[in-house]
């Protein structure tokens, strides 16, 4: 099939490039930015492994002139993976402007594309994702716009008589990921320091970004091949923030050579769900996946 796969040189955006055209898919990926703009961060590492890949188109926000003149080139599935992001975590994050470019031009989108079907990435942290404490709010601002982009997206999906899926996404990890927990676990290692767990007490849903990866293009497959459920909510390692660091530094620790000691403090402030977790396990759909494979390729990025 021919993917139009936007947020390509993000963390996952790159793996899930990487599964399609490794499954022998074409796929056409659409940067926010000019190509000189991605340089000297884990970003620009991701585009520049890219572009032996698949074909880029630089300077094609999603909505824009550019992007819909690529639509006439037709393509079989739009595979929207694109969000605005920014400060995540801040509380001033604009969930307006953010559902705006997320959805911009949609409905000319979906009309003009041509599409037999689109996957829609949506997020374990957005308002009604995944299992877990009650009523599942979303997370914050950000998780509240991911909510309201998959409702605008489902609405006009419908409108167009286009088979629409949702890919859930809970917390994946692996190369080439942004620095953050698992990047500071190393880095405290590598110091010879132990790494302190603030939020050990929360339940997470980690997983192998490889993994997840393939999940996501077999249920692209099974979009166009019309068995696709409406979502899907691909489920890694369902454990305590602290049970994972201590999984994650075992298996580090044969792979680097490093002590890799950990500290779990004691947690009393829960300013987040305390569970919040997919439902599928992703190997069921993966059962040709080598999880030992997955930690020798982390330990290796890792060095």
């Known amino acids: 099939m021919k993917v139009l796969l ?17 499954a022998g898919h074409e796929v ?47 393509f079989d599935l739009l595979a929207h993976h694109a969000a605005t992001v920014g ?14 470019a997320n959805t911009h031009n949609l409905r000319d989108i979906l009309g ?11 997020s374990v942290f957005a308002q009604g994702e995944g299992a877990g404490t009650a009523p599942l709010p ?44 698992c990047a ?4 405290s290692w590598k110091a010879g320091e132990t790494a302190s767990v603030r939020t050990p007490a929360y339940v997470r849903d980690n997983i192998h970004v490889d993994l997840l990866a393939r999940a996501y293009c077999r249920y692209a497959e099974d979009l166009l091949a019309d068995c696709a459920a409406a979502a899907l909510y691909p489920s890694g390692y369902v454990e305590s923030q602290g049970a994972f660091a201590t999984r994650f530094a075992a298996e580090m620790r044969s792979r680097l050579g490093l002590a890799c000691e950990l500290e779990l403090a004691h947690q009393t ?13 992703a190997t069921v759909f993966v059962p040709d996946w080598d999880e030992q494979a997955a930690w020798d390729n982390i330990g290796e990025f890792y060095k």
Request: net charge negative; with cysteine.
């Open 6 to 22: 936007t947020g390509a040189s993000s963390f996952t955006g790159y793996w899930f490039a990487k599964a399609l055209t490794e």
């Open 28 to 74: 056409v990926a659409p940067l926010f930015r000019a190509r000189a703009a991605y340089a000297g961060d884990t970003r620009a590492e991701r585009v520049s492994a890219l572009e032996s890949i698949l074909r880029l188109v630089p300077d094609c926000a999603f909505g824009s002139p550019a992007f819909m003149a690529l639509l006439d080139e037709r």
């Open 87 to 100: 400060d995540y975590r801040s509380d001033d994050f604009d969930i307006t402007g953010a559902v705006a």
């Open 112 to 122: 003009r594309g041509k599409l037999r079907g689109m996957v829609l990435t949506s």
């Open 138 to 181: 979303a997370f914050s601002p950000y998780g509240l716009s991911k909510g309201i982009t998959s409702d605008i997206v489902t609405y006009r999906a419908a409108e167009a008589d286009l088979p629409l899926g949702r890919f859930v996404i809970p917390n994946p990890f692996g190369p080439l990921e942004e620095p953050r927990f």
């Open 184 to 187: 500071y676990l190393i880095r």
């Open 269 to 281: 402030e829960f300013s987040e769900p305390a569970f919040r977790v997919n439902t599928d396990l």
